[in-house]
């Protein structure tokens, strides 16, 4: 196709979503409130417990099947490289900028976990829906634009809260660390947050539940020593080495936070691929002439009202970022050249390197999905994790703020090129 009818295509989604997130803005001022910090948090409740695990559910149950399952094995290979790389230049801008201590973990979250959730969910789809759309057919193009995309959310959701949850919580400072952590406060993040922790559409109350940090340390050499040692008839024995490392393995079982990584969006996309691999589950609910298809058409009506939830919220959220656009000047122009310029030409070795190893199956739709992974911007949980942390908030708005703004740009131009590439 045409370079400029190309890059028609790219433009038309994208600017659905800046008219949706400008809706979302306005909804959010002060003048109007009708989206205001009590609106946002039920509305943020919604889509986190019911919207993002239907729509996930439906579009993986429609159109994954367990050899699209071994087809699409790159893409959770593709987005740890996107995390990975993204850390390694967010490295170089920490030690260029001289970014302060309590803002590093920030800057590598930001450089690292990209919007894997509900961009590429509005922007892929809406590029399949286009009437001159260069992926074929509208049909199939849509169903599987929708189930890469939602496979993206998934594995996106697992590698920021294991990933670059845990880059920030390295850099958390001393005096934020005085709050110990209440486990039922990750369970619903409707009790301590406003903000969802996979979609870019929330805000947290601001309240800090990290762990304090010698009280940890204390534990930790408490166990270790519990681990080498048993005492029998008042002497000391060391335990045998299976022993050990069995009981190391279980202590590190007891450490990871479950609940942090088993989002609802997460535990919609293992329903859905099950129920898309299993045979007898795709025969009872998937097609006009399965007996339990009213509960699948349910499904996908509820998956239907994420798209235009997620990003009012992402519009009415992206507000607190406009009274703060000249502070750390160096910061926020590293990360927004990261995320929009770096990554996206760095993407596009990693997934050409891949198509030419022959690492990836010839398919122009998913090869455009993989490229789009580099060129999103920051996702809008790190606002979520700096605020759990109580560090850097207000810098984390002015970021998520001037990183969406240049991606209205970016994006449309990436995925011009992407798609000229692919085809």
């Not at 609802?264 to 006009?288: N, Q």
């Not at 502070?327 to 030419?356: D, E, F, M, W, Y």
Request: hydrophobic share 50%.
């Amino acid at each position: 196709m045409d370079f400029w009818k190309l890059f028609m295509v790219a433009l038309m989604p994208v600017l659905k979503v800046l008219l949706i997130t400008a809706v979302g803005t306005i909804l959010a001022i002060n003048r109007f409130n009708i989206l205001g910090e009590t609106a946002r948090k039920n509305l943020n409740t919604i889509v986190f417990f019911v919207f993002s695990p239907t729509l996930v559910c439906s579009s993986l149950a429609e159109t994954i099947t367990l050899r699209s399952v071994v087809i699409l094995w790159f893409m959770p290979v593709n987005i740890l490289l996107t995390f990975i790389i993204g850390t390694v230049l967010g490295l170089l801008i920490v030690k260029i900028s001289r970014v302060p201590h309590h803002l590093q973990g920030l800057v590598l979250g930001s450089c690292a976990a990209g919007n894997l959730g509900n961009l590429p969910i509005i922007i892929v789809p809406a590029v399949c829906k286009q009437s001159n759309s260069p992926f074929g057919d509208v049909n199939v193009c849509y169903k599987n634009a929708l189930a890469y995309a939602s496979l993206s959310m998934a594995l996106g959701s697992i590698y920021i809260w294991s990933y670059a949850y845990n880059l920030v919580r390295l850099y958390t400072p001393k005096i934020s660390n005085e709050v110990q952590v209440d486990d039922d406060s990750m369970v619903n993040p409707a009790s301590t947050t406003k903000t969802d922790p996979e979609n870019p559409s929330t805000c947290s109350t601001g309240l800090p539940i990290v762990t304090a940090e010698d009280r940890s340390q204390t534990e930790d050499r408490v166990k270790h020593f519990e681990i080498q040692c048993t005492v029998r008839d008042g002497q000391i024995e060391e335990v045998p080495k299976r022993k050990m490392i069995v009981k190391q393995l279980k202590t590190l079982v007891e450490k990871i936070n479950l609940k942090v990584l088993l989002t609802p969006s997460t535990i919609g996309a293992i329903a859905g691929l099950i129920i898309g691999v299993v045979p007898l589950f795709r025969k009872l609910l998937i097609g006009d002439k399965a007996p339990l298809r009213v509960v699948e058409e349910s499904v996908v009506m509820l998956g239907y009202a994420c798209i235009p939830a997620m990003t009012l919220l992402v519009g009415a959220n992206l507000i607190k970022g406009l009274n703060g656009l000249g502070k750390q000047l160096p910061l926020i122009v590293g990360v927004t050249v990261v995320r929009c310029i770096a990554l996206p030409v760095i993407g596009v070795g990693v997934v050409k390197g891949a198509v030419r190893f022959g690492l990836i199956h010839p398919d122009p739709l998913y090869e455009f999905l993989l490229l789009l992974q580099f060129a999103l911007p920051p996702a809008v949980s790190m606002s979520t994790m700096t605020q759990l942390f109580g560090a850097g908030e207000g810098e984390c708005s002015v970021i998520l703020f001037a990183t969406y703004s240049c991606a209205a740009v970016s994006v449309t131009l990436w995925c011009t090129f992407y798609m000229w590439l692919v085809l």
